[in-house]
């Protein structure tokens, strides 16, 4: 990569550091590099108003494909066209926040190349139609693809995307914290009938659960494991401060993940990077 290349980093899931990461490493490196978290772009004007009547005039068209109304408002485009980038290296995706073919148009326009580190490609297994979506909508857009799934890499190749490599997620090293261990075990997630039935056989131990959507399993769920459940998610110095405080960080795969051998997200790396003793399915 040439030096005097000026970098535009989008951040799709600026909730976790990837993309904060990736801009820091580019920096000591003494690259030219810009980051915008697309989550603080301002929305187009009535944008609730608008998706709601722009979904259902696509569901009455066909209701087999999946479809999301582009959140992002013209600030989005000014900001790209200001920095002016020779590469442009999503995190994540783009599909939610700006209209594909506006997307493409710009780098015609501009020349830049498109780069996507893919985090969540596994998270769509979930919804075949937004997994097709995103294959056949925002993945043929990129020059090249770096995937944190092996898995999902070898499927993208078969389909044609012969530019998707496996690049898996990392952390930087974080600050370990000196607090006592206030807890045995602890899980971090969202749930699912795979990881209520695990962490059952835990409802007697010194365990604390995190994560959002608990309460939608909740006539699943024991009282004894309720009682362990925070129905919160936590990020970055809160995540952090957590795992200091336990003595063993579960990660239980979901089902989907499991089903197709992948899914090893983030939070992996961070509890590594902590030193914390981490126990994965």
């Known amino acids: 990569m040439q030096k005097n290349a000026r970098i535009l980093l989008l951040d799709g899931i600026s909730q976790i550091p990837v993309g904060r990461d990736i801009k820091d490493g580019f920096q000591l490196e003494n690259y030219d590099v810009s980051y915008l978290d697309l989550k603080k772009i301002a929305k187009k004007s009535f944008y609730k108003l ?9 569901y009455s068209r066909s209701n087999d494909e999946y479809y999301y109304y582009p959140k992002a408002s013209n600030e989005l485009i000014r900001a790209i066209r200001d920095i002016q980038p020779t590469m442009v290296f999503v995190i994540g995706f783009f599909f939610p926040f700006l209209e594909r073919d506006v997307f493409l148009e710009l780098k015609k326009e501009m020349g830049f190349q498109l780069f996507l580190f893919d985090t969540d490609s596994g998270g769509m297994l979930e919804n075949y139609k937004k997994l097709i979506y995103f294959f056949h909508y925002e993945l043929p857009l990129y020059d090249q693809i770096f995937s944190f799934s092996k898995s999902m890499t070898q499927m993208m190749n078969r389909l044609g995307l012969s530019q998707a490599q496996f690049f898996p997620f990392g952390s930087k090293l974080i600050t370990q914290r000196s607090s006592a261990k206030k807890y045995d075990a602890c899980f971090i997630g969202t749930p699912g009938v795979r990881r209520i039935f695990y962490l059952e056989t835990l409802k007697d131990c010194n365990i604390t659960i995190r994560g959002w959507r608990w309460k939608q399993f ?39 993940w499991h089903a197709v051998e992948t899914g090893m997200n983030l939070r992996v790396f961070e509890t590594l990077a902590m030193q914390e003793f981490l126990l994965t399915d």
């Open 50 to 58: 608008r998706r709601i009547f722009d979904k259902a005039v696509n």
């Open 218 to 256: 909740r006539s699943l769920i024991s009282p004894e494991l309720w009682k362990k459940i925070n129905p919160e998610s936590l990020w970055g110095e809160a995540l952090y401060d957590l795992l200091g405080q336990t003595k063993i960080v579960l990660n239980i795969t979901s089902p989907f």
